[in-house]
T-cell receptor, first 122, second 112 residues
């Protein structure tokens, strides 16, 4: 079991549905991440939150909308997805998230991953 | 974009043998990390090696880093069936990109 909890484990949704993925960690980490992973491929970064503020958006389509209500929670709101969005969505957290803006020091801590949400868009 | 490339893409060995996986990357890095992913699960951090380190050990794992060649290797000694998983290297750029970028991964199968 991981210290990062993702719900639901599996999700099937139609292209007109609205759903949300949830992620929770209680390790006091201040950086949280969403990754997308297709079968037999490495994870691809989608979003990074640092101190509850969006720090990185890797040109993700607007049908994916992240939200960080507090330092322990991270949501990913889904709307009007396409079948090609079917994938494993992974949440991760790490220590040492710095404030947005020019970074003078790296996020050099290991990432702690949840077990992901397997999303199927029909 | 993918920072690291790993080889081999797939590796199959017998239990008890050693497994070596290689990772190459393109830009200057602050550190390089190795992760393991069991099928359908999240990634688990294995080891982090900083750019000023050349070798690091953790249990049956040995990681080397050659910044002049922009490459790293992960050695798993005395492999077990439970080591069967995908292994990814990941680099944290020392430039302005403040993100961890994963390599293409090696699928390791350890046969009992």
């Amino acid at each position: 079991d991981t210290e990062v909890t993702q719900t639901p484990k599996h999700l099937v949704m139609g292209m007109t549905n609205k759903k949300s993925l949830k992620c929770e960690q209680h390790m006091g980490h201040r950086a949280m991440y969403w990754y997308k992973q297709k079968a037999k491929k490495p994870p691809e970064l989608m979003f990074v939150y640092s101190y509850e503020k969006l720090s990185i958006n890797e040109s993700v389509p607007s049908r994916f909308s992240p939200e960080c209500p507090n330092s322990s929670l991270l949501n990913l709101h889904l709307h009007a997805l396409q079948p090609e969005d079917s994938a494993l969505y992974l949440c991760a957290s790490s220590q040492g998230g710095r404030l947005p803006g020019p970074i003078k020091g790296p996020y050099n801590s290991p990432l702690h991953f949840g077990n992901g949400t397997r999303l199927t868009v029909t | 974009s993918q920072q690291g490339e790993e080889d081999p893409q797939a590796l199959s060995i017998q239990e008890g043998e050693n497994a070596t996986m290689n990772c190459s990357y393109k830009t200057s890095i602050n550190n390089l990390q190795w992760y393991r992913q069991n099928s359908g699960r999240g990634l688990v951090h294995l080891i982090l090696i900083r750019s000023n380190e050349r070798e690091k050990h953790s249990g049956r794992l040995r990681v080397t880093l050659d910044t002049s060649k922009k490459s790293s290797s992960l050695l798993i000694t005395a492999s077990r069936a439970a080591d069967t998983a995908s292994y990814f290297c990941a680099t944290f750029s020392s430039g302005s990109a403040r993100q961890l970028t994963f390599g293409s991964g090696t699928q390791l199968t350890v046969l009992p």
